[in-house]
T-cell receptor, first 113, second 112 residues
Framework: DQQVKQNSPSLSVQEGRISILNCDYT??????FLWYKKYPAEGPTFLIS?????DKNEDGRFTVFLNKSAKHLSLHIVPSQPGDSAVYFC????????????FGSGTQLTVLP | EAGVAQSPRYKIIEKRQSVAFWCNPI?????LYWYQQILGQGPKLLIQ????????DSQLPKDRFSAERLKGVDSTLKIQPAKLEDSAVYLC??????????FGSGTRLTVV
């Protein structure tokens, strides 16, 4: 049972345009959400996070939106750059879970120059 | 700050053989995790340590997998005997407080 789903395995975007990566979750106990970026042969690196008490968090070119009623979050990258090409994982955690993360299956983003 | 060190980077073994992976977390990070990432999937938690004690090993296939974290620092993950479906990247992560996870580069295991 996949509790965190990323239904798009891949996404291609032109440089300078907006990239939108989506994530859905089923566990209503999740109250903290994170996005990680992963380059080949490297471990995931933290990108941005959001608590369930917020609906938006912004950090430079990256913005995460949370829609709790729809159990949906999205990552917006504006403007997209070729260096953003990587696999993006959505992760979620529930209070009392010792901050364990449940990951989605990832979306390969390719930013075309 | 040095990152999370893992070794080896790559390992190829035959099924039914044994293998061990090593992780050195960031100094001072009390919490250590081992994740398994199968190709095309997200990382899946195998075991969580707090210092040298196990917090959660409910998803660790204990008939073939074992892990230890002696002295609350380095950790080893062992598979014995390996199966074809164990082919994956094994990621180690450490955390100090909050959600400040730092992942290592992982060990890519291929079982043939």
């Amino acid at each position: 049972d996949q509790q965190v789903k990323q239904n798009s395995p891949s996404l291609s975007v032109q440089e300078g345009r907006i990239s939108i990566l989506n994530c859905d979750y089923t566990n209503s106990m999740f109250d903290y959400f994170l996005w990680y970026k992963k380059y080949p042969a490297e471990g995931p690196t933290f990108l941005i996070s959001i608590s369930s008490i917020k609906d938006k968090n912004e950090d430079g070119r990256f913005t995460v939106f949370l829609n709790k009623s729809a159990k949906h979050l999205s990552l917006h990258i504006v403007p997209s750059q070729p260096g953003d090409s990587a696999v993006y994982f959505c992760a979620a955690s529930a209070s009392g879970s010792a901050r364990q993360l449940t990951f989605g299956s990832g979306t390969q983003l390719t930013v075309l120059p | 700050e040095a990152g999370v060190a893992q070794s080896p980077r790559y390992k190829i073994i035959e099924k039914r053989q044994s293998v061990a992976f090593w992780c050195n977390p960031i100094s001072g990070h009390a919490t250590l995790y081992w994740y398994q990432q199968i190709l095309g999937q997200g990382p899946k938690l195998l075991i969580q340590f707090q210092n040298n004690g196990v917090v959660d090993d409910s998803q660790l296939p204990k008939d073939r997998f074992s892990a230890e974290r002696l002295k609350g620092v380095d950790s080893t993950l062992k598979i014995q005997p390996a199966k074809l479906e164990d082919s994956a990247v094994y990621l180690c992560a450490s955390r100090t407080q909050g959600y400040g996870y730092t992942f290592g580069s992982g060990t890519r295991l291929t079982v043939v």
